[in-house]
T-cell receptor
Framework: GESVGLHLPTLSVQEGDNSIINCAYSNSASDYFIWYKQESGKGPQFIID?????DKRQGQRVTVLLNKTVKHLSLQIAATQPGDSAVYFC???????????FGAGTRLAVHP | KAGVTQTPRYLIKTRGQQVTLSCSPISGHRSVSWYQQTPGQGLQFLFE???????NKGNFPGRFSGRQFSNSRSEMNVSTLELGDSALYLC?????????????FGSGTQLSVL
């Protein structure tokens, strides 16, 4: 069935360190993946996306890696800052419309 | 440009009642999607509207319904409320709702059913 899940529910890092948040998906037909950040009291905020014909995509301080062989997605945040503290969700979509299947979420806690 | 606006921000209802939530998409966006977020089930897709037509639907009972108006604003309705309907209801908009478009979310309506 369709599902997108996360390995770790909580990740604690020191300010300045790099963070890696992992995600596994089950539907090999998913062709578009997105990472969202959700802060308390707010809706999910788009961070970065990647299509299934790519292995890696970089943004500002963030990198998404896609391994289709093992159906694994990761979000790397460089030089993590206190403002990065939030819940991070991966989501997958299957061509056509924007019907997203979300993972359970990982809480990132950044300590000074 | 204003973001996705959802009203009301908070709602408290009792079992058996019905509720209507409102969403105004980003100007120019014609696709509106609704998601339910709970601690137990996470974010789950409810339905998606484009040009006043429901194009896609998630696995929710018929008590959950929605509609879209000609100005792309959307409403969702939940009838005969149950305790398990307590959740954050999120609306998201995109240009035309094609796969690969960025979805922009509102801050949600927090519904509590007592």
């Amino acid at each position: 069935g369709e599902s997108v899940g996360l390995h770790l529910p909580t990740l604690s890092v020191q300010e300045g360190d790099n963070s890696i948040i992992n995600c596994a998906y089950s539907n090999s037909a998913s062709d578009y993946f997105i990472w969202y950040k959700q802060e308390s009291g707010k809706g999910p905020q788009f961070i970065i996306d990647i299509r299934s014909n790519m292995d890696k995509r970089q943004g500002q301080r963030v990198t998404v890696l896609l391994n289709k062989t093992v159906k694994h997605l990761s979000l790397q945040i460089a030089a993590t800052q206190p403002g990065d503290s939030a819940v991070y969700f991966c989501a997958g979509a299957l061509g056509g419309y924007n019907k997203l299947i979300f993972g359970a979420g990982t809480r990132l806690a950044v300590h000074p | 440009k204003a973001g996705v606006t959802q009203t009301p921000r908070y709602l408290i209802k009792t079992r058996g009642q019905q509720v209507t939530l409102s969403c105004s998409p980003i100007s120019g966006h014609r696709s509106v999607s609704w998601y339910q977020q709970t601690p137990g089930q996470g974010l789950q897709f409810l339905f998606e509207y484009f040009s006043e037509t429901q194009r896609n639907k998630g696995n929710f009972p018929g008590r959950f319904s929605g509609r879209q108006f000609s100005n792309s604003r959307s409403e969702m309705n939940v009838s005969t409320l149950e305790l398990g309907d307590s959740a954050l209801y999120l609306c998201a908009s995109s240009l035309v709702g094609q796969g690969g478009e960025k979805l922009f979310f509102g801050s949600g309506t927090q519904l509590s059913v007592l």
